[in-house]
């Protein structure tokens, strides 16, 4: 037996550690993931390396913008002369061509206007004849004016003779030099009045007279309020913001609807400053529509930058100069035209968001304005309307 006052040894109170085996499949695993994110890292670097390089030194110069929409010409179809809406023949969503009738208002007070004014022009027409034929009065009148004088100039010599030797007597001789006055004072009065009545129809006919000129404008103006009874599409597009109804009363300036035209759509993209640098008049860009998705690329130029940055035209625009500043890239409206043909194959509406990017490779152009447009002229109604002056010559001709 063990004393127990003697001390035990270390080797004999430790407890034996148990013999661990090291597996050679687990030692390996921490070296292949290392390698494996090494490779991962590698494959990343040449990966970012190549992009770098065909970003910087090969691809093409371009600036995109997603802040850029649909932008066009809304039309506004207004009343031009007061009436009542007898008709509506176009609702929002539909598409009119140019001259299809939009609105028939009440005719019946432009109609008797019309007739007031044809019965103006002929009552014109029948006076200048009578001034004509004054004319011809007054001429004679002049002839038979003359005659009354040498009748009563030969009449005064006569008794002036007589009365020499005694056979008149001097109240006579009075009375026949009275007679010379009166009949001098008519031939005046006979030659004034012809001047006056010359005056009227000088150098003109019936057809140019300015009496019958100021009736002919008066018929085209009654005419011009008769058609304007009738509004029709003065370009082809998509009916929109119809606020008329039938049966309402309407004066002279109310909108009554707008005409969109889709095939005359351009893209407003608003560029950052940062970007105006490369920007050309004339250069290529690609339009990408929210609405078609990448599938349907449209194809474009730049035709013009704004002459300032949204916040130079806005309402209230912004006091710097005020207060504290924090500086702010200001965006500036560059605006893209569009190929009519493809627009026709997939339309826009205006408003829509777009994705622009615009090819700078090509810096020629100038930086800012565009050519002169193409007139852009719709229909609308004419004063000198074929019908209405065929029916001015037969007032004309029927009053002759």
């Given at each position: 037996?063990?004393?127990p ?31 494996l994110?090494?490779?991962?890292g590698?494959?990343?670097l ?84 009578a ?11 002049v ?26 007597s001097?109240?006579?001789?009075s009375?026949?030099?009275d ?33 019958v ?27 929109a ?6 049966g309402q ?25 940062t ?40 309402l ?16 500036v ?56 002056e ?11």
């Amino acid at each position: 037996m063990t004393d127990p006052r003697t001390p035990a040894t270390p080797e004999a109170e430790a407890p034996q550690a148990p013999v661990r085996t090291i597996d050679p499949a687990a030692a390996g695993r921490p070296r292949t993931r290392k390698r494996l994110l090494t490779l991962l890292g590698l494959v990343v670097l040449i990966g970012v390396a190549i992009w770098a390089v065909f970003h910087f030194l090969f691809a093409k110069p371009e600036e995109e913008t997603d802040d850029a929409y649909v932008a066009g010409d809304v039309v506004a179809i207004t009343a031009r002369d007061p009436g009542t809406v007898l008709a509506i023949h176009a609702d929002n969503t539909q598409t009119v061509r140019a001259g299809q009738p939009l609105i028939d208002l009440d005719p019946a007070t432009a109609d008797v206007g019309l007739s007031s004014a044809e019965a103006e022009l002929a009552r014109a027409v029948r006076s200048t004849r009578a001034d004509f034929s004054r004319v011809t009065q007054s001429d004679a009148q002049v002839v038979q004016a003359r005659a009354e004088l040498a009748r009563a100039t030969d009449d005064y010599r006569r008794r002036r003779g007589a009365a020499v030797e005694g056979a008149v007597s001097g109240e006579e001789l009075s009375h026949a030099a009275d007679q010379v006055k009166v009949a001098r004072a008519n031939l005046q009065l006979a030659i004034a009045q012809g001047r006056q009545t010359q005056a009227t129809v000088q150098g003109t006919d019936v057809g140019s007279n300015p009496a019958v000129l100021a009736a002919i404008a008066a018929y085209r103006r009654a005419a011009i309020t008769r058609g304007h009874m009738h509004v029709a599409a003065p370009i082809t597009g998509v009916v929109a913001q119809r606020t008329v109804q039938l049966g309402q009363q309407v004066a002279a300036g109310t909108p009554l609807m707008a005409v969109v035209p889709l095939d005359r759509v351009w893209v407003d993209a608003n560029f950052r400053e940062t970007q105006l640098k490369g920007l050309r008049i004339g250069q290529p860009a690609t339009v990408v529509a929210d609405t078609y998705g990448d599938d349907v690329v449209y194809h474009g130029r730049v035709i013009g930058v704004g002459a300032g940055s949204g916040n130079a035209f806005a309402l209230l625009p912004a006091q710097n100069a005020s207060g504290n500043w924090i500086k702010i890239v200001q965006r500036v409206p560059v605006r893209i035209a569009l190929d009519a043909r493809e627009l026709a194959a997939n339309p826009l509406r205006v408003g829509l968001s777009v994705k622009a990017t615009v090819d700078t490779a090509d810096a020629r152009g100038a930086r800012l304005g565009s050519p002169a447009a193409a007139a852009y002229r719709g229909q609308s109604t004419d004063a000198r309307d074929p019908a209405v002056e065929a029916q001015i010559r037969r007032i004309v001709a029927a009053n002759r």
